[in-house]
């Protein structure tokens, strides 16, 4: 089988194919990128967790001081 591909077929199949990577690639990035950003929020969303079960703890307290 013999393809007849000249120059400027090879350029436009080249550059597509250069494309389709970069586009690929810059994907790749951004989802890592993402990813990074989603485990920050969780680690931020958990360190609030545990300051609010810190405060519910303290009010319980005082609550009990209050009783008395």
């Given amino acids: 089988m013999k393809l ?3 120059f400027k077929d090879i350029i436009t ?17 951004r989802i890592v990128k993402l990813e990074s950003e989603a485990q920050q929020d969780r680690k931020v969303i958990q ?3 545990d300051e609010l079960k810190e405060i519910k703890a303290d009010i319980k307290e005082l609550l009990k ?3 008395l």
């Fill in 65 to 67: 001081h209050n009783k």
């Fill in 4 to 6: 007849d591909l000249d």
């Fill in 13 to 29: 199949y080249g550059s597509f194919i250069v494309s389709l990577t970069v586009a690929y690639y810059t994907h790749e990035v």
């Fill in 47 to 49: 360190e609030i967790k």
